[in-house]
């Protein structure tokens, strides 16, 4: 084990639980009802948070997506986007610009 890693003592309690210390739980922004992945590294035990992700969004997580997204945030930024519009006949007249 390195000698950089942090250590927290957690007492194993009835039905096999433990109770994860808040600051790790602040640190990897772990809440109450997460899962956690449980690893067999031979002589350690490895806890991982997993972030469950419902099919009906799971394209907002993929590389091009989120690629595609931080293309627009710039864009918004530099102030590269015309509107808001009032109607539907100047967004329109500024599409045929």
């Not at 031979?42 to 293309?71: D, H, L, M, R």
């Not at 627009?72 to 967004?91: Q, T």
């Amino acid at each position: 084990m390195s000698k950089n890693i942090n250590k927290n003592l957690v007492k194993l309690k009835r039905h096999h639980q433990i109770t994860m210390p808040s600051n790790l739980c602040k640190k990897f922004n772990i809440g109450v009802g997460d899962y956690m992945e449980i690893i067999d590294k031979g002589s350690e035990i490895v806890i991982k948070p997993v972030k469950i992700v419902n099919p009906n969004q799971a394209y907002f997580y993929t590389k091009e997506w989120q690629k595609e997204k931080a293309e627009i945030d710039r864009e918004i930024a530099n102030g590269e986007v015309v509107g808001p519009f009032k109607c539907a006949d100047d967004l329109i007249k500024e599409l045929e610009n």
